[in-house]
């Protein structure tokens, strides 16, 4: 994919975002036909919007190479915020267990070991990622362009943080999403290792183009359970039982 049309796809996904105007698809020239050309477009897109990031979405347990994309400064919200859900142009909403950094990994020569990425671990938080899509939702997008636009990322909203947390299972954590009046479940999914190992990944590779991790940062470890986003008015909330809960008002 050459840099024009890296940067052309950037700059249409970036107007979406901004505008809140749906596309109706990107130019052929304009589609990643590979993962490390998604990659460029997450990069020139963050590039143009001139934000710093706030952390990065990452699958952890899906492999030893996980998909990544770093998440915008702008788009992270806590207690007392609220999700415009026409402006994010939001659509799904996930439970996922957040992880906030309390020392900068910066990049260096020698790989981070896993037992170093988990000492800068300042906290984990029970966490809400808002999916939207910058295209009209009767199309079907390729999953490379998903990629490209931060994997459809559009918000997330950040609960308490655990300081101690060592010791939870994350492997059985018990999660229960409400929106409105619907109730979704789940009792299991990635544990502490296989989210010490994505997360070690990444500090060793996409994360040093950004200057590795950040002392404050907040990187979400993947869906544990999922559900549409619903109507203005109601409230998405997510009890993440001895991690806590974390909610977020629709509008």
């Not at 998604?38 to 998909?67: C, F, H, M, N």
């Not at 990444?202 to 002392?215: H, P, S």
Request: glycine residues 10%.
């Amino acid at each position: 994919m050459i840099e024009k049309c890296v940067v052309a796809a950037a700059r249409n996904l970036l107007s979406a975002r901004r505008s809140g105007f749906y596309l109706e698809g990107l130019a052929d020239d304009f589609v990643p036909e590979s993962v490390e050309a998604a990659y460029a477009v997450q990069d020139k897109l963050v590039e143009l919007s001139e934000e710093a990031i706030g952390g990065w979405k990452i699958a952890a347990g899906t492999g030893p190479q996980p998909l990544c994309s770093p998440i915008l400064a702008g788009v992270y919200r806590s207690g007392g915020d609220v999700l415009n859900i026409a402006g994010s142009m939001a659509t799904i909403v996930e439970a996922e267990v957040g992880v906030r950094f309390g020392k900068e990994l910066p990049p260096r020569d020698t790989p981070y070991s896993r037992q170093e990425v988990q000492a800068a671990i300042a906290s984990l938080h029970p966490s809400l990622e808002i999916l939207g899509t910058r295209f009209n939702p009767k199309l079907e997008v390729p999953r490379l362009t998903v990629i490209a636009d931060l994997q459809n990322n559009s918000g997330v909203a950040v609960g308490a943080a655990k300081e101690n947390w060592q010791d939870i299972d994350l492997s059985r954590l018990a999660i229960t999403l409400r929106i409105g009046t619907a109730v979704s479940t789940v009792d299991n999914g990635p544990s502490l290792t296989d989210m010490l190992e994505a997360l070690t990944w990444l500090a060793n590779g996409r994360a040093r183009g950004y200057g590795g991790f950040k002392t404050g940062q907040v990187i979400i470890t993947g869906s544990r359970v999922n559900a549409p986003v619903s109507c203005p008015g109601e409230t998405v909330s997510a009890d993440f039982g001895v991690l806590g809960a974390v909610s977020l008002p629709l509008v």
